[in-house]
Every structure is written in C-alpha cells, then in structure tokens.
C-alpha cells in the first residue's frame, strides 16, 4: 500500500504479488513505485492511483531486490536465478545480457550518474559492471560475508560495500583492491613488513610500540606490542605465527602474531638493542646489543649461546641460510662468523680499515657481503675468510640486499641513488636509480624482475630491474620514507615514513602477452615510429586521438584495460594505481 506522509491518506490499495515481496524502491519523480518478490517477478506501479504500468519482469528465480535508474528510464533485479537483469522500465526489454555470478545474487544496485552497477552475491563475490554494455569494470571483489548494502561514493570511483557480519569496506573501483586509510603511530615509522602469507603488515615506531594490521583492510588486529623504550628492530618469523621485537629498553620479545600476547620471559641484554633476527627455521633468534650478539632457542626464550663479542658496538646480526652460524658487523673494523649452536668464533675477524655497519650470507651461503663506512660492499669466502674482492662502490654508506634466487644484488646509498647489480661479478645492471635525497632501503619483488626503494625526499619507487625506468608515479608521504617492501605476492608495497604513517600501495604485476595496441600506442604518444626500413618516420597527433578515443570506449576490465583507463586519463588528476 502507498500512503501520503503529510495527511496520513491512503493513495494506493494493495499492490498484489503472489509471493513475499523483498523489496520496493520509488522512481527518482515519486510518481512510479517498483517491487520485486519472490513469486519471480518485478512490477512498476502508478504510484498514486496503485495501478500496474509495466511489468511483470521475469526471472527464474525469486527476484530479491530492484532498483529505478537516477534518470527513472531503467530498472535493475536481482535474483536467485544467479542473475541481475537490467530493463527498460517502459517497454519491459531486457536492455544487456544477464549479470551472472556464481550464486543467488542478493542485491543489485546504480552508480550515482547511472553508469556502473554493482551487484552481490551469495558466492561471496561483489561485482561492478558497465550499465551501458554489461562489461564487467573490475575482478570479482571478494568477501568473507554475503553483501547487504552496496552504495557508490559520489564520483562512483568508490564503493561502500556492508556486510551481514558488520563489516564495511570501502573499495576502488578501478582496481578493484580495498582502499585503506593510513596504519597510524603516534610517532615516525622506522620500519614495516608483510607477513610471509601478506595478510598482516607489522609496523615499528619511535613510539616505542609495534602493531599488527590486516593488510587488507587497516584494521589494527589487536592492541600494540610495547616497550619500554624505542623499538630498534621487529619482524615475522618465517611461518607467521611469531613476532620477535628489540628495544632501547634493553630487551628483545618473542610474542604470539595472532594474539599480540608474549610467549617468553623477555630476553634481557645489558645494552641498547640493535638487532633482532629470526633463523631461517624458526627456531633461533639472534641479538645484537651493545659490544656483543646471543642466540636465543625463538620458541622457549632460553639462551643457545654465551655473549658473541667484539671490541665496540654490534650493528647487526644475520643468520646463514641454513640457522648454523651467524655473522656480526661492529664498530671495530671487523665482521665476525660465529657458530649459531655453541657460540665458537669460526673464521679470524674479517678485517676493514673503517667501521662494518652490515654483513649477510649470500643466499646459497658460500660467502658473506659486507658493508662499511668506507661506503664499499666486499665479498668474502665463507668457509676459509678469505676476501674476494670488492663487490661496488657508492659516495655514502651502503644498504644492501640479496634477490631471492643470489644472482641480483640491490644497493641503497646516502648518495641518493640505488642500483641493480650481478652479485657475482659486481658488474651494474642498471643506470643509477635517482632519488632527490638519500636512499634508505632498496628491496626485491619475490619474482626478482622490480625493486621499490624508499628515500629521504619523502617517494618510495618502482623500478623495472631491466631498464632501470621507474614503474609508477611516486609513491608519495608526508615526510622521508624509510622503508619499503613488496608482498609476498608483488601486488603491493608497504612503506614506512617519518610522517608517523605506513602506507599498503597497489601494484600489480604485468601478465604478458601485452595487447597489440600498446606498441601502436607508444608509438603515437612518442610521435615517432620505425618504418620496414627501419628508419623514423612522423606519427600525426590525429593517430594519437584516434587511438585515445577507441581506447577508453572498448578498453576492458583486464589489467592491460585499466591500465589505458588510467594512462589516457588526466594526469594530474590520476591516482598512483590503477
């Protein structure tokens, strides 16, 4: 039945179905009323005088929701025939093909300008289409809970998602990802780092405090793990479960990573905490405080090994890839290579003519880089101590790191540049990657084929390991940026600024083969391409709008589309994903 608000006035009688009626929704001039019940069917109604004026709409299943367009010339269904169904609202024609999921699909709704619907479904699965063609816009956006509410933010670059859990989330439509507001300390960021199965990212503040988050949402999981003092050092353990942290305040912990609880007595040290790290099987962990390094058993807490000592401060403290020693870097002049299991001093000191600030193993442990403040990165026999040579050079201090598989090797400088290099010959791979101001870290994706370095000049970036050409538009903080990192997965980076945030970034991987229109593309944007004779010849600006125009009307939903959306895009208003 339809009422007048304002007089309490019946205006309609009863708009009959033969079934229960799950929703109604009034056209955006009042002057129509739609319904959709389980009797499998939608209606359009006169809204005063209670009349049918189009319909029914059918499915083949119940019809759980319907929706007018803005502009009242369209209507959506959703039903349990796996389907949403969009119509002409006059004349009751199907307008494009039906929206399938995978199971009932429970609510269907409009974007603000009409343009793009939304539709949820029991599978678990939101979905976002093109109301004028029914392309699918993005990947299915999974849920762990079926959707209830769905609703488009104004300029419909954002969908509001409520699920029956209670859950909200806000997505991108474009890539389809969660958008996540910044994980927030009360002081800066030092450091961030996934979870080996990426769905937690563990943040490290001057705050004295680290926290956990779901990767996916922001969510902090539970209340932060705290010290003391300042948190010098933290990270997973190889299968997730743990966190072991160190501190200013004299101690390193061992906590449960699902919990935040403390599995341990604290690991207590007679001087600042520099380091802390697990083995590679989870079951030491090394640390580096004052003039000294110690192996703890990283399930009980208990001492492994006697005080690993050296003549000034420890910076650091690396396990070998199989957990049975251990090297230290000091202020001595001197690397060590210590026994992991009894403590026993291995090789004679690796001697350098200034300050060692970091060594680690190779990832096939045959020999040991090490990094001084001489700013050159050496290399080492691990077996005999023997040095091999120098491995390269930068204008300030070096931060290194290994490629998964040993072959690369990634620098950081205070000289404001990164680069790539062949671990083994020293031989650069890449022209210098240039930062503004200097470079704090320099890390690989998992594939080996990009870096993303983080620096002083508040960017972190990402390099193509290949052309040495950045990837993306920076990534931008507030204030220096001191670390970052890929995913396990390379789909995103998580960065770590003075700004006193971390931020999680979309940044898909390219799948190959690439469509023939991006070489026909490059070549009009560059105005200039290579003949059969291999000679330049002009490429008109009129070939560019052509292929801009064609572009944004048929690009699709795949990663290759959305990446001509955004590139054609206005560039000072795109964002740094896609």
Not at 78 to 92: F, I, K, M, N, Q
Not at 276 to 292: E, I, L, M, N, T
Not at 310 to 334: G, I, R, Y
Not at 403 to 412: E, F, K, N, Q, V
Request: hydrophobic share 40%; with cysteine.
């Amino acid at each position: 039945q339809v009422w007048d608000m304002r007089t309490d006035r019946l205006l309609a009688t009863a708009l009959q179905h033969n079934d229960q009626i799950s929703s109604v929704h009034f056209s955006p001039d009042g002057l129509r009323l739609a319904t959709s019940c389980w009797d499998g069917t939608a209606r359009i109604w006169d809204a005063s005088s209670g009349q049918p004026v189009a319909g029914p709409f059918r499915h083949e299943g119940r019809v759980n929701s319907v929706q007018f367009s803005p502009d009242g010339q369209r209507i959506l269904t959703a039903s349990s025939d796996r389907a949403a169904r969009l119509w002409d609202a006059s004349s009751g024609q199907e307008l494009i093909q039906p929206l399938a999921h995978g199971q009932t699909v429970s609510g269907a709704w409009f974007g603000a300008d009409g343009q793009k619907i939304a539709t949820a479904s029991e599978d678990g699965a939101v979905r976002v289409w093109d109301a004028r063609t029914g392309r699918s816009l993005t990947e299915p956006i999974k849920l762990a809970a079926t959707v209830s509410l769905a609703e488009f933010r104004p300029a419909a670059e954002h969908l509001l998602t409520l699920t029956r859990d209670g859950a909200v989330w806000i997505w991108d439509v474009r890539s389809g990802q969660a958008f996540r507001e910044p994980l927030t300390h009360n002081a800066w960021v030092y450091s961030a780092h996934f979870s080996p199965d990426g769905s937690r990212v563990l943040t490290r503040g001057r705050d004295q405090n680290v926290r956990i988050w779901d990767s996916f949402t922001g969510r902090e999981l539970f209340e932060p793990l705290k010290h003391q003092n300042v948190v010098s050092s933290a990270e997973f353990s190889p299968e997730g479960e743990r966190v072991v942290t160190g501190s200013y305040d004299w101690t390193a912990r061992i906590w449960d990573a699902r919990t935040g609880q403390a599995l341990t007595e604290p690991l207590k040290h007679e001087a600042n905490i520099s380091s802390v790290r697990f083995s590679s099987d989870g079951q030491k962990v090394v640390v580096a405080a004052g003039y000294a390094a110690k192996v703890w058993d990283g399930r009980t807490g208990r001492p492994i090994t006697g005080l690993l000592r050296h003549n000034s401060l420890v910076w650091s403290a690396e396990f070998s890839p199989d957990s049975q020693q251990v090297v230290t870097a000091s202020m001595d002049k001197t690397a060590r290579v210590w026994d992991a299991n009894d403590g026993k001093s291995i090789l004679e000191p690796l001697r350098h003519a200034e300050e060692v600030y970091s060594g680690a193993f190779s990832p096939d442990g045959t020999c040991i880089l090490t990094a001084a403040k001489d700013h050159v990165l050496r290399r080492w026999d691990k077996s005999t101590g023997q040095f091999l040579g120098e491995v390269c050079r930068h204008n300030g201090w070096i931060w290194f790191q290994f490629s998964r598989d040993g072959r690369l090797l990634a620098t950081a400088s205070a000289d404001n540049t990164a680069r790539v290099w062949d671990a083994q010959s020293g031989q650069p791979l890449t022209e210098l990657l240039k930062h503004k101001a200097q470079v704090y870290s320099a890390s690989f994706s998992s594939d080996g084929r990009r870096i993303v370095t983080a620096s002083a000049d508040g960017t972190a970036r990402v390099w193509d390991i290949h052309s040495g050409l950045p990837l993306t538009e920076p990534l931008r903080h507030d204030g220096e940026v001191r670390f970052g990192e890929f995913s396990p997965d390379g789909r995103r980076i998580v960065t770590a600024s003075l700004d006193k945030t971390a931020r999680i970034w979309n940044v898909p991987t390219v799948p190959l083969p690439a469509p023939t229109w991006l070489p026909e593309l490059m070549e009009a944007v560059a105005g200039q391409k290579l003949n059969e004779n291999f000679l330049l010849q002009p490429v008109s600006a009129e070939e560019l709008r052509r292929l801009k125009a064609e572009l944004l009307q048929a690009a699709g939903s795949d990663f290759h589309g959305r990446w001509a959306n955004w590139f054609l895009a206005d560039r000072a208003a795109r964002s740094t994903d896609f």
